[in-house]
């Protein structure tokens, strides 16, 4: 099977219907590890970050992490699960090399929390429910490097390097149950789940869920079934899918890759399969294990987590507003478009909006800024928004600095240009740069006759009733006060002086 023989996605779509699940592991950001001491912290030397019970060595004893604890049933309760009044961890057994336990401390017939959902919006505005199986506790695996090889692959390297840092890092797997009914927007409902999840934890304050990090990772489940059939087809399932176009591309790919084979009288085989990057494609990993494979059972060294009702409720109080409620709310606030909406969003630049409008800038202006010009920069540095050497206040100064008059929109656009250069806050960067609209009366009549003068025809036309012809003085005064006038009252000062009607 070559990717040359992918039936079309239009072809696919009028033949079969996409079932979906979604499973996707977000590391928390807790201070320690799931069950040891151990520090979370990213980019410490190898191996630097273990102990004992986290290497697996004999006689060492786990405790469970509070902290963890309380961010999976607070994730529970934001994806409106019900949480287990007690719940087990259990051991999921197989040999793998960054695991030094031999198996893996997670839930299984016992999650904390199950039957939920999340309501995604899709761009059109449409909303879909993505209904949750469960969402459970477990930890990470270490980490591989495979040395030597020109892929990076386990093949063809000639040894391979553990970094058992990240083996213990509590992690939260949420699991949806099919997703059904989506049709040919299977794909896109699968990116909105993502991104929508991915905020509400952000939200929550449970990680920072930065899946280029790989904070966050989504595993693709997709099978085909004809239209119109009941029972499901064999499903694959992409693993570690880690952006959000990579997980609506790879969704793409696996529905005109299992149209191909299905079409062709072939077999879907029940495996794993690697996403790349660079075409969009998958390829076959292993072939999946079932369950009973991993011989789970109840994990003898961890109590039972049983939280109480209380606790649980008390928790509840605490949940933010969920985000694509903030979402709404904010977009009738700022008396903008869905489309709009949603192009902050794409950008990243709600929260940053949000904290310019806090500084003191009115939502219009705010917007304007970060949406225009400072996007435009962002852009241009192949950055975020959020990564720029400016800060919400400092936009909030700028905008109420136009608003006062002391700036016009290009001189803004310098100040702007000042401090993303380190040159201090907008007031320093005016200062420095000489950048204010020259509203001295004086100094502008001054410059209002000498564009008379020195340009005496066109003077006349105007005094003759061509109106229009205002604009070439305007153009010269602008020009000598190097752009720092406010060209409308240079305009009505032109007209003033040469005796005419605006
Ligand atoms: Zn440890």
């Not at 004992?52 to 060595?57: F, V």
């Not at 997709?222 to 899918?241: D, I, Q």
């Amino acid at each position: 099977m070559t990717v040359t023989e992918l039936v079309s996605y239009e072809e696919a779509l009028a033949t079969y219907e996409p079932v979906m699940g979604l499973e996707v592991h977000v590391e928390l950001g807790t201070k320690t590890k799931m069950f040891c001491g151990c520090s979370t912290e990213l980019g410490a030397e190898p191996n630097s970050q273990t102990c004992p019970t986290c290497l697996g060595m004999p006689g060492s004893l786990p405790v469970v992490n509070a902290v963890g604890v309380e961010s999976a049933v607070k994730i529970g309760l934001a994806l409106h699960c019900e949480i287990a009044e007690w719940c087990r961890f259990a051991r999921k057994n197989y040999f793998y090399p960054d695991m030094p336990k031999n198996f893996q401390t997670s839930q299984y017939d016992e999650p904390i929390a199950f039957n939920g959902y999340l309501d995604v919006q899709l761009e059109d505005g449409e909303v879909f429910r993505v209904e949750i199986e469960r969402a459970h506790m477990e930890e990470d695996t270490g980490k591989s490097t495979h040395v030597g090889g020109a892929t990076g692959r386990i093949h063809g390297a000639s040894h391979s390097l553990l970094d058992y840092n990240r083996a213990g890092i509590p992690l939260i797997e949420i699991v949806t149950k099919p997703i059904t009914g989506a049709g040919e927007r299977a794909p896109e409902v699968a990116k909105a789940y993502v991104a929508e999840l991915r905020e509400l934890i952000k939200a929550l304050g449970v990680s920072e869920a930065r899946m280029e990090m790989g904070q966050m990772r989504c595993d693709v489940n997709l099978s085909l079934m004809p239209k119109g059939a009941e029972k499901f087809g064999t499903r694959s399932e992409t693993k570690n899918v880690n952006s959000l176009r990579s997980v609506e591309r790879a969704a793409r790919f696996e529905i005109q890759r299992h149209a191909a084979v299905l079409s062709s009288g072939g077999t879907i085989l029940q495996e794993t399969r690697h996403f790349h990057e660079e075409d969009g494609s998958t390829t076959s990993g292993r072939i999946k294990e079932e369950a009973e494979d991993y011989r789970y059972f109840p994990e003898p060294d961890l109590v039972p987590v049983a939280p109480s009702r209380e606790w649980v409720e008390e928790l509840r109080a605490t949940l933010p507003e969920l985000p694509r409620v903030r979402r709404n709310r904010l977009r009738e606030e700022w008396g903008v478009s869905e489309h709009d909406m949603q192009s902050i969003l794409n950008a990243g630049a709600v929260d940053l909006i949000v904290a310019t409008i806090e500084a003191g800038a009115d939502a219009a202006s705010a917007r304007k800024w970060w949406m225009g010009e400072l996007a435009r920069r962002a852009n241009e540095a192949g950055t975020d928004l959020a990564a720029l050497e400016i800060t919400p206040g400092q936009v909030a100064r700028v905008c109420a600095l136009v608003a006062e008059g002391s700036l016009n929109d290009k001189l803004a656009r310098q100040v702007i240009e000042g401090v993303l250069a380190g040159e201090g806050d907008p007031d320093e960067v005016v200062d420095k740069r000489g950048l204010k609209v020259v509203s001295d009366e004086g100094a502008l009549g001054t410059a209002v006759d000498e564009a008379i003068a020195a340009n005496a025809a066109v003077a006349d036309k105007i005094r003759a009733g061509k109106v229009a012809a205002a604009g070439a003085l305007v153009g010269a005064v602008m020009k000598a006060t190097r752009g720092q006038a406010d060209a409308a009252r240079v305009r009505e000062l032109i007209l003033e002086k040469l005796g005419v009607e605006g």
